[in-house]
């Protein structure tokens, strides 16, 4: 039966059980008893497949030695809506198996809990909770999540209040969620450990594959979570919009605070893990297999981190390069926080029309030294394929924050314009890095019709110790084997352009420089080698630019810490040159060593 918002007379406190699991109520099933329940329910607020409400005080247990499975449909018109229990105060409940075919509510929706709200911890006992159902579902319009839809843990519950008041509330304007301030939350941690979720969801805003939501100073750690299965792995475990009430989205610049321009840009915070991951949120090796159908801010892992990310894989192909899906990422659409070894799994891609990275869509500015707006790659690892019109990204579509290599970076990303191995544009703000006492590699392919770099589309700001070691392909304009063009501001120091490939950096038209395509005004080119050719099959070629408005090289090192050696160089237009075809007036070349084997030839 359709409900509306209004209820329709259904009441609140629906429970399979208990519509309120009250002070001092119980429910157990011990070893006489089946731990099985089915129920079909509607109701409005607070209702659950065992109790709509459970109190801090209440008591619902398990010693059967069988684990509880819960069945039916959940139907709600209101908020705290779950396959077990709508409103949890608890801070104990036993493991379950929930097989619901449908959960439906208007906000706080869980395939098991709608509103987790434990007071002074919680425990999950005699295992872990799992959803396990084909084609089941969990709906809403805001805050959803396969297991939990918001949770927060309480330092207490306040005496005289009501429940309603605990419960986040969400701006009609912004999309943008609230803690309740009714309550103080408890300085403990809450860990989930091993919870599965194979529910699809269908909702516009917070949605996630486990949580949907955590409250902003809720300690949370999501360990060893898995959402969708291998098996069936496009129908479970899936997230997709419902076009309800918050259809528009969430405001990006309301939740930035400065950190970045989204302009009128509004996204889901959709993931597969979690929707949106507050400061005190941790992922451990999570698993994701659903796909994430949401078209802004949209994540393998997280819509949106704040948090810390550690390991784990996306394991489903994310988005379309149709117009409006943007800032999407293979671990998260938005990163504000620390990712560091997570990736998508290899032969998955991640797609869009505009900022879409293989690990963040956009990678947020912050303190690395606080962990914000750092993403850590370790080892040799993929971000698997990239593709957007614009900025497009091995790591991030844009940076503006820090990203840190070490090991060995495969990916292939393709854009229209601005496309690199690691970000397709490092703005002003950015850092691109080798770690200390390492450098970073960069294989695999990037490809644009404008703006293709080995590391960055174009940069504004910082790139060192880092290796190229990826074809290069522009077909329009601006091919480099670092920065397809390094802009003012933009400083690239102790790289090299090393790719094995015949064809390493290559223009079908316009520029092509082993370093840069050009080097702009107020821009500096040190402490480089090019080691591998440079073609521009149809304009302008450089071993380190094509033109160069700024500075190349160092200004007190030795000559031989800039080098040109081991390649070709070849163009077709009127100046091709070792270093640079054009030396623009103002430009600077200084300390540059044209080493052995290096080769200037014109091709007609």
């Known amino acids: 039966k359709e409900l509306s918002s209004s209820a329709g007379g259904y009441a609140d406190y629906v429970g399979g059980i208990a519509g309120c699991n009250g002070k001092n109520g119980v429910v157990t099933w011990d ?25 801090e005080n209440a008591k619902i247990s398990n010693t059967s030695g069988q684990n509880l499975t819960i069945s039916g449909q959940i139907v709600a018109a209101g908020k705290a809506v779950g ?14 198996t929930v097989k619901v075919s449908r959960v439906a509510g208007q906000q706080l929706v869980g395939g098991v809990i709608g509103a987790n709200l434990p007071v ?64 103080n939350t408890a300085d403990g941690t809450i860990t989930l450990t091993d919870f599965k979720n194979e529910l699809n969801l269908q909702a516009d805003i917070y949605v996630g594959g486990i949580v949907g939501a955590n409250d902003a100073d809720t300690k949370l750690t999501i360990r060893n979570a898995t959402n969708g299965a291998t098996q069936n792995a496009l129908s479970v475990g899936g997230l997709n919009p419902s076009n309800g009430a918050f259809k528009n989205g969430v405001s990006l610049n309301a939740l930035a605070d400065g950190r970045y321009d989204f302009g009128t840009a509004c996204g889901a915070l959709a993931g597969g893990i979690i929707g949106y991951a507050t400061p005190n949120t941790t992922l451990e090796n999570c698993t994701n297999y659903g796909t994430v159908a949401h078209k802004c801010a949209a994540g393998g892992f997280a819509g949106w981190n704040e948090g810390t990310i550690t390991g784990g894989s996306m394991a489903a192909s994310l988005g379309n390069r149709e117009t ?55 080892e040799n690892n993929s971000t698997g394929t990239v593709e957007a019109n614009q900025y497009a990204g091995g790591v991030a579509g844009a940076n503006v924050g820090n990203i840190s290599l070490s090991g060995q970076l495969q990916s292939s990303v393709t854009a229209t314009g601005y496309a690199g191995g690691v970000a397709g544009i490092n703005t002003d703000k950015g850092s691109i890095y080798g770690a200390d006492n390492a450098t970073g590699a960069v294989l695999g392919s990037v490809t644009a019709a404008n703006y ?63 370093i840069a395509g050009n080097n702009n005004k107020n821009a500096l080119i040190e402490n480089v080698q090019v080691k591998a050719d440079v073609t521009a099959a149809n304009g302008t070629a450089g071993g380190v630019t094509a033109t160069n408005f700024g500075t190349i090289g160092q200004d007190s090192e030795l000559e031989s810490s800039s080098s040109v050696s081991g390649c070709t160089i070849t163009g077709t237009s009127e100046s091709i040159g070792a270093v640079a075809a054009y030396n623009r007036a103002g430009a600077t070349i200084r300390n540059v060593k044209l080493a052995e084997n290096a080769n200037v030839q014109f091709s007609t």
């Open 31 to 55: 070893k006489s008893g089946t731990p099985t329940l089915g129920a079909i329910l509607y109701g409005n607020n607070n209702v659950g497949g065992v109790a709509g409400y459970n109190d």
């Open 83 to 96: 396959g077990m229990i709508g409103l949890n105060c608890s801070s104990t409940l036993p493991s379950a």
């Open 324 to 378: 409006g899906y943007t800032y999407l990422g293979g671990v998260a659409g938005v990163n504000g926080g620390l990712i560091q070894s997570a990736y998508p799994a290899e032969g998955c891609a991640v797609r869009g029309d505009s900022y879409v990275g293989g690990i963040a869509g956009v990678n947020l500015g912050g303190d690395a030294a606080a962990s914000k707006g750092l993403i850590i790659c370790t």
């Open 120 to 183: 002074g911890g919680f425990t999950v006992t005699g295992g872990a909770f799992i959803t396990d159902v084909a084609s089941g579902r969990v709906e809403a319009d805001a805050v959803a999540g396969g297991i939990i839809g918001y949770n927060r843990l309480l330092a207490a519950k306040p005496t005289g209040g009501t429940l309603e008041a605990l419960l986040p509330t969400i701006d009609e304007s912004t999309g943008v969620l609230t803690d309740s301030t009714d309550a």
């Open 452 to 514: 293709a770099g080995g590391v960055a589309g174009t940069n504004s700001a910082e790139i060192t110790r880092v290796e190229n070691r990826a074809s290069v392909r522009a077909s329009t304009k601006y091919a480099g084997g670092i920065a397809g063009v390094n802009d003012a501001g933009g400083t690239i120091s102790y790289c090299s352009h090393a790719s094995g490939n015949a064809a390493a950096v290559y223009a079908t038209n316009g520029e092509a420089g082993g």
